[in-house]
């Protein structure tokens, strides 16, 4: 165990799935010459990035069962080369039908990766490693993101749309010669795997999972917290700070920078935030939600355009959206055995990813519906449209932050039968005040 043979293998893996995430959000940076290039509605656009979450959405379950039997390495190099086709279409698509065909088999490339990386860290690692390697394997993914908003759209405002996707598409090739060659599932003498259960055994365990109220809540947790950032980051964010709010190219391209950073520094300090208090997870994913709706309402409401600080600001509030989300799958690890914890993880990673691809299209199609009653004067992405359009994103939040506290109660209830009881936290903050006071005094 934690050979160096295994520190190859995560290597490997961490590149597989940064190259996935630049693949997962390039499209966010090309919204205005992908319009232009397939002379498309902003309906049309968010159609795009709809239906690659979508498709990455329905595999995860069925992803995480055929990991079980085939093993990573399969599914991470199947996955590799089903980007690098997307990548290689939308290069060359001309007309819309041929680019979602690209981003349909980008999205399910994406979908074959993440799952099947973190399945490599408990085959190759010591146990007391795991916690902090899955931790590291999210925020290092999150560099692709980087590529994405810097390297990549400088080459397709220099290049051009066809040099910059074959990029792309060399990049999943990389991965797929290095995968091929460098990645074992296991390491040498390890039992090998299970072919996995049975459809009726994987129904009964896809059903026992959803009845855990701690499941749901984590569902409900990754849907109110990560769809804005997906939102931002893939689809509209690059149009609404360049052609609403009147950014050069090169600031969005920083403010994306900030983006990846501020997700990166925030996921410790969430994880050792759910470590030590494990029974406020939910609050802290209410307060992101909480933040993220005042930095929408601040940017939203400002007369004209914001400043480049509040810009700035609520970038970062979405950032932490990502980190956050990961509470979810915290809940679905605590709420349920070992044998189901992959099922429920599935089902959680479900919530943000149908929330995003909601949201997407509902920003575009409000985005058409100004425009084509006139109230947009004939300029699709305008400040004042994108003002109501984006406001979509209030209702999403109201929606998820009612079903958290609604689960919870029930969680809590679940809990209190089991001899364990959260108390208010007003009362909580009281009575931690009052051992720092005792503390303090008996020093």
């Given at each position: ?5 295994a ?13 996935a995430?630049?693949q ?21 656009i ?31 190099a ?21 680019g ?32 902090l ?15 994405s ?25 990389l ?6 060659v ?25 059903s026992s999972?959803w009845r ?47 983006y990846?950073?501020?997700a ?21 994913v ?44 915290d809940?679905?690890r ?17 919530g ?43 209702v ?21 039968a ?9 009362k909580a ?15």
């Amino acid at each position: 165990m934690t050979s160096p043979r295994a520190w190859l293998i995560w290597t490997i893996g961490i590149f597989a799935y940064l190259v996935a995430v630049s693949q997962r959000t390039s499209f966010g940076v090309v919204g205005l010459e992908a319009t232009d290039r397939f002379h498309a509605s902003a309906a049309q656009i968010s159609f795009f990035t709809v239906l690659q979450l979508l498709v990455y959405a329905a595999l995860q379950i069925p992803v995480g069962v055929m990991v079980d039997r085939f093993g990573s390495r399969a599914m991470i190099a199947g996955g590799a080369i089903l980007m690098a086709l997307g990548q290689l279409q939308l290069a060359f698509a001309d007309n819309i039908p041929g680019g979602v065909l690209g981003r349909v088999l980008v999205g399910a490339g994406d979908a074959m990766t993440f799952v099947s990386v973190i399945r490599l860290i408990p085959l190759w690692f010591a146990p007391v490693r795991v916690p902090l390697l899955t931790q590291l394997t999210g925020m290092s993914g999150q560099l692709g993101q980087l590529f994405s908003v810097v390297p990549f759209a400088l080459i397709i405002h220099s290049a051009g749309w066809t040099p910059a996707f074959l990029t792309l598409a060399a990049m999943s090739a990389l991965a797929v010669v290095l995968v091929l060659v460098l990645l074992q599932d296991q390491p040498p003498g390890h039992p090998a795997a299970t072919t996995g259960q049975g459809l009726r055994a994987t129904g009964v365990s896809l059903s026992s999972a959803w009845r855990q109220p701690g499941t749901r809540l984590g569902l409900w947790s990754h849907f109110t917290i990560q769809f804005s950032g997906t939102v931002f980051a893939m689809t509209w964010g690059y149009p609404f700070l360049i052609s609403a709010q009147g950014l050069d190219r090169g600031t969005v391209s920083g403010l994306m920078a900030l983006y990846v950073a501020a997700a990166i520094a925030a996921g410790p300090m969430i994880g050792r935030f759910v470590s030590r208090h494990p029974l406020r997870r939910s609050t802290m994913v209410l307060l992101i939600a909480a933040t993220t709706a005042a930095a929408w309402a601040a940017v939203l409401l400002m007369p004209g355009r914001s400043p480049l600080w509040m810009l700035a600001a609520l970038v970062v509030v979405l950032a932490i959206g990502g980190p956050g989300s990961m509470i979810g799958f915290d809940f679905a690890r605590t709420f349920n055995p070992a044998h189901r914890i992959g099922t429920a993880t599935g089902i959680v990673n479900v919530g943000g990813f149908i929330a995003a691809l909601v949201a997407i299209y509902l920003i575009g199609l409000v985005l058409d519906l100004l425009k084509a009653t006139g109230f947009s004067q004939g300029e699709l992405y305008g400040l004042e449209p994108f003002r109501l359009a984006l406001s979509v994103q209030f209702v999403l939040l109201g929606i998820g932050a009612f079903a958290i506290v609604f689960t919870r109660r029930k969680v809590r209830r679940q809990m209190a039968a089991q001899g364990v009881v959260v108390p208010p936290l007003l009362k909580a903050l009281a009575q931690q005040r009052q051992r720092n006071l005792e503390r303090r005094k008996a020093q």
